[in-house]
């Protein structure tokens, strides 16, 4: 009907659907503005509302995701994430909709799956498939006639910057979600108003995706043609979020003290804070991925001279070796004491003591340190005569030794331990003591030395080299989807003749890792992400953003083309955090 939806102004929301009323109690009707001969009404019951995908030639296109916050749920059993609303610089930090009673993997909940669809086309490296991927129209529930129900102001049109897995707290409990980071966007050009007619279009099976960009704002035209790099141009600038009038606008409140906007609330924990809630016995409260690896980075160690103690990260190796041989998660304390006590003798620092019963015992402030066998009356005596006379036993948490089952999981435990506390330290020869030599880089293992014999004067080794079948149409296949394009970076080796990039396995076929040779397991990359990459400096988390494995801090996020995408397996599992890139919520 070519109603608009104007930036800042407060619309009615009801259980009267009927979109024949203009106005009800005093403001705009929603349903008035978005009634079309063309979708189906639109809802805003849920904080995530999809509007019903389209099919046109043969590509599936959503005309909208309406995105609705409450603030005056934050906090509720049935809202307990804190949406941050930044308005003045065009920013909106948005959760999804996991729930510490959900048993099924973060992301697959129908509002966060929904999300990761519309990230797939936000985060897309061609201006043709970011033309097909959904707008968010973003609302916030406010205070309107004494009552926190039924009125959404309009906050605009936004696109998705990135996605994060992050750990949430409902009263004491801690779980998985996604935060959505929402860049929105300038609309100065067409008066702070966004028209429906837009998304209408969107949604009419006749109408080209083409056409349907001629009734966009500028800055998502601007933004489908030049993707991400522009955001920082187009970001909304600050707008007067409050009624103007009018004759389409509704009167103020005659309560307007009673009735002002607290929209935005801030939340009483930090945002950016991934893994410092209490774990109760290892057991009560869900340990992620992503929460295991922090822990392992924030290790509480002495530093003697300035130098951290290798004590605990040396015996958490000795852990995780155990564990990828298959071992019990507890190990007895005379085992830990001869063989911890070894690695402390041979790899410790200069001139530190070889004391297994520190790490052993101290271990549990990480929070994924388990101990049994030691009575509270004993808690108070540290040493390895007391532990050898009551033979206590010490290990992962089942949570964390459940994670570290995984090899990915594993795989990157390991870099992240390697990177923090042995950066400085050969590391080869430790790696190879302890069996885990084929963690040290991406691609695993690809020779194994059988038996070693003597003939003649000197020694030699008798070496079955096991030469992996890699399939070269496939490598030449995915860098010509990308053009030679980094999907890291973005960017192209120009050689004399023609352009240069390396294929990747994600999974490296080498053990352990023991990847498939196949389209869905390559990246494409220039020469020096490929060595970062292989050598575990970086890795990609679940939803795509390429992270330096020293410290998890975001360098970028993955470009993907569809037709890449599409070559993935399913893989249901989106709670990982590896080299294995999980590809299975974009598609």
């Known amino acids: 009907m070519g109603s608009q939806l104007r930036v800042g102004g407060v619309l009615r929301s009801s259980r009267n659907r009927n979109p024949s009323v203009a106005v009800l109690d005093g403001h705009p009707n929603i349903?008035?503005?978005?009634?079309?001969?063309?979708?189906?009404?639109?809802?805003?019951?849920?904080?995530?509302?999809?509007?019903?995908?389209?099919?046109?030639?043969?590509?599936?296109?959503r005309p909208a995701l309406l995105i609705r916050s409450s603030p005056w749920k934050a906090g509720s059993v049935e809202t307990p994430w804190h949406d941050v609303f930044d308005l003045a610089n065009g920013r909106v930090s948005y959760f999804g909709d996991h729930r510490v009673d959900h048993t099924v993997p973060v992301g697959t909940t129908h509002g966060n799956r929904?999300?990761?669809?519309?990230?797939?086309?936000?985060?897309?490296t061609t201006a043709q498939e970011r033309a097909l991927a959904a707008p968010l129209l973003v609302f916030a529930t406010v205070t309107r006639n004494k009552t926190p129900k039924g009125y959404v102001k309009f906050c605009g049109v936004a696109v998705i910057e990135s996605v994060e897995q992050v750990e949430q707290d409902d009263k004491g409990r801690t779980f998985p979600n996604l935060r959505y980071e929402l860049a929105l966007l300038d609309l100065s050009n067409e008066g702070d108003r966004v028209d429906w007619s837009w998304i209408e279009a969107r949604g009419d099976r006749?109408?080209?995706?083409?056409?349907?960009?001629?009734?966009?704002?500028l800055s998502w035209r601007r933004w489908v043609e030049d993707g991400h790099d522009v955001l920082t141009?187009?970001?909304?600038?600050?707008?007067?979020?409050?009624?103007?009038?009018?004759?389409?606008?509704?009167?103020?409140?005659?309560?307007?003290?009673?009735?002002?906007?607290?929209?935005?609330p801030v939340p009483p924990?930090?945002?950016?804070?991934?893994?410092?809630?209490?774990?109760?016995?290892?057991?009560?409260?869900?340990?992620?991925?992503?929460?295991?690896?922090?822990?392992?980075?924030?290790?509480?160690v002495h530093q003697p001279g300035g130098r951290r103690s290798l004590h605990k990260p040396l015996?958490?190796?000795w852990a995780i070796a155990r564990s990828s041989r298959g071992k019990s998660r507890l190990a007895p304390w005379a085992q830990f004491r001869d063989e911890v006590g070894g690695l402390l003798i041979e790899f410790g620092l200069p001139g530190s003591s070889p004391t297994p019963e520190y790490p052993f015992w101290h271990l549990r402030t990480s929070k994924i340190w388990d101990i049994q066998g030691v009575s509270a009356d004993q808690a108070g005596e540290i040493s390895i005569s007391a532990f050898d006379r009551s033979q206590p036993k010490a290990g992962f948490t089942r949570q964390a030794d459940r994670l570290l089952h995984d090899p990915f999981v594993r795989s990157q435990a390991i870099a992240v331990l390697r990177e923090t506390y042995f950066a400085d330290f050969a590391q080869h020869t430790l790696m190879e003591k302890l069996g885990l030599a084929g963690y040290e880089n991406a691609s695993g293992i690809e020779v194994h030395v059988e038996e070693q014999e003597r003939q003649g004067p000197a020694a030699r080794r008798i070496a079955n080299t096991s030469h992996i079948v890699r399939d070269t149409g496939l490598a030449a296949k995915v860098k010509d989807m990308h053009a030679d394009h980094c999907q890291v970076c973005g960017k192209q080796l120009a050689k004399r003749f023609g352009t240069y990039s390396e294929a990747a396995h994600i999974r490296g076929l080498g053990k352990p890792h023991n990847g498939p040779d196949e389209l869905a397991n390559l990246l494409v990359l220039c020469p020096n992400h490929h060595v970062q990459f292989d050598t575990l400096a970086i890795y990609i988390d679940p939803f795509g953003a390429v992270r330096s494995t020293a410290d998890d801090t975001r360098i970028g996020t993955l470009r993907r083309r569809s037709e890449h995408l599409s070559?993935?397996?399913?893989?249901?599992?989106?709670?990982?955090?590896?080299?294995?890139?999980?590809?299975?919520?974009?598609?």
């Open 269 to 300: 924990q930090d945002l950016d804070k991934s893994a410092t809630g209490v774990e109760a016995d290892g057991e009560r409260q869900r340990l992620t991925p992503s929460t295991l690896l922090a822990r392992l980075r924030s290790l509480k």
């Open 315 to 317: 015996a958490l190796l």
């Open 31 to 61: 349903h008035h503005i978005t009634a079309s001969a063309v979708l189906a009404q639109v809802q805003l019951s849920k904080g995530i509302n999809p509007i019903a995908e389209v099919r046109v030639a043969g590509l599936a296109r």
């Open 114 to 124: 929904v999300l990761l669809q519309a990230w797939a086309g936000h985060s897309a």
């Open 233 to 264: 141009e187009l970001r909304q600038r600050p707008v007067h979020l409050e009624e103007h009038g009018g004759p389409e606008d509704a009167p103020q409140s005659v309560d307007q003290s009673a009735d002002d906007d607290a929209l935005f």
């Open 567 to 587: 070559a993935a397996p399913e893989n249901g599992d989106t709670d990982g955090v590896s080299n294995l890139t999980q590809f299975e919520p974009f598609v």
């Open 206 to 217: 006749g109408i080209s995706t083409a056409a349907t960009l001629e009734r966009a704002p």
